[in-house]
């Protein structure tokens, strides 16, 4: 078995938070992406996340002013610095009041002038519009990976050194009834998340592969290979969601949520599988703010519940 890697690298990590809790990640756990991004033991020399914060409903609102402000302060806690784009409001031809608070510019930016001090850049965005920054910091020298969940841009994927599903990060994203009294992802009667690798259309079963562990060794996703921080499940077409096309596998591109029972023979079996992705919710979205409805959720914490925003829903530290 190869020794752990101890890497020396600088890593920065920049939160696109409009965009990711838009887009399937409105609980993300900012502590999980943190040890995601230093998987390898690498340094946090940059951890930005760029969120949206509208002065003039805070004015009126105090429950959104109270729950965005702690939500800001649980970010810092975990070391993360904020940057916040205050909204401005604007009027189109029929009379509509709309706002904007895009931070695109802005994280682009700052990752490009700080890229000089990092060997490696996670972006968390699925947005296109950052194409030709991963271009320019691979130009630079600096090994670009992206993270996001739904409504990803395809030229992103291609042009990262590594894209990697957000859903597919063990504890990143709470799964359906995960709860305290959860068995840990990975564990018998947990739910995980993975994509099928190989499929028998005769014999009517195929075998999922997930990550049980970050590691510096995302690349070898070979279970048997001791280093693998990956494991099999077996599955039965008949535990596959009703109406899923068996035909689309094997497929990197579906990702399920299932359970671990008991092995089956040598790998556990993925029983009460669903599709999490893609889903009814990748739906494109609008560029325009979020409405009110989008504001942070009660919790039982100080910091408002699981949101990437404090005008959506995604939680700064696991719950």
Known sequence: MT?????????????????????????MQYDVLREFACRDH????RLNVYLSY?????????????????YQSALRELGYKVIE??????????????????AD?????????????????????????????VRALQNKGCRVETLAFDNVSEELRRESD?????????????????????????????????????HDDNKSFGFMRFLVKLSPYLWKTDSRDADSPYRTAFFHDSSLPDNFNVMKLPSRNHIFEFTLA??????????????????????PSSSSLP?????????????????????????????
């Open 85 to 102: 784009k205050r909204v401005k409001w604007f009027q189109d031809e029929a009379g509509n009041r709309y706002g904007k608070a895009n």
């Open 3 to 27: 020794t752990e890697l101890k890497s020396h690298a600088k890593v920065g990590v920049y939160v696109d938070a409009a965009n990711i809790s838009r887009n399937g990640g409105q609980r």
């Open 54 to 70: 509208d002065e003039e409903r805070a004015e009126t609102n105090t429950v959104y002013r109270d729950k965005a402000r702690a």
């Open 162 to 198: 590594m894209y990697v599903s957000g859903y597919l990060v063990p504890g990143l994203l709470p799964t359906r009834g995960d709860d305290y009294f959860s068995p840990v992802w990975g564990a018998m009667g947990s739910r995980v998340r993975g994509y099928c690798y190989h």
């Open 291 to 319: 409405s009110s409805s989008s504001s942070p959720s009660p919790s039982s914490s100080s910091s408002p519940s699981s949101s990437s925003s404090p005008l959506a829903s995604s939680s700064p530290s696991a719950s």
């Open 262 to 283: 008991e092995p089956n023979g040598k790998q556990p079996v993925a029983t009460d599988i669903a599709l999490v992705h893609p889903s009814a919710s990748s739906l």
């Open 42 to 45: 690498a340094e946090p020399l």
């Open 105 to 133: 510019l802005d994280m682009a930016v700052d990752v490009l002038l700080q890229s000089e001090n990092l060997d490696r850049v996670l972006l968390v965005t699925g947005d296109g519009d950052f194409v030709q920054v």
